[in-house]
């Protein structure tokens, strides 16, 4: 409670799985309320796969979040490539499409995380 006092005008941003919660187990829409409420100028999401599924958690998440909320997906579930490292399938115009719907939903501060590129940020310009 008393880091939520000092959360000033700050943009906070979590990971977690789509369903809306943290990887703690706890309902991240809670927090991200407490943390609106205690004076975030944002609050919402980095790193979760684009996936159809992640328009239901703008909608889900906008029931606590008043303010602009966060939507900075990955660019679809990683893939450990034969080189060990992980590759992200999805390419710039699904996510776009993707993003998209978010915004429809409620996102405001909109983005990519893990396997994007300007070339994503560009397609999200170009769609909206």
Partial sequence: AAE????GAAIYTFTMQSDGSLFSGRDAGPILQSLEQAGAAAVGFN?????ARLPGLISYLRRFVKGPLVCKPNAGDPVIGSDGLAHYPMEPEEFSGIVAQCVKNGA??????CG???T??????DRL
């Fill in 108 to 113: 405001a501060v909109i983005g990519g995380c």
């Fill in 4 to 7: 939520l006092e000092n959360a």
């Fill in 47 to 51: 790193c979760v796969a684009a996936a």
């Fill in 120 to 125: 994503f940020i560009s397609a999200i310009h």
């Fill in 116 to 118: 994007t590129d300007p």
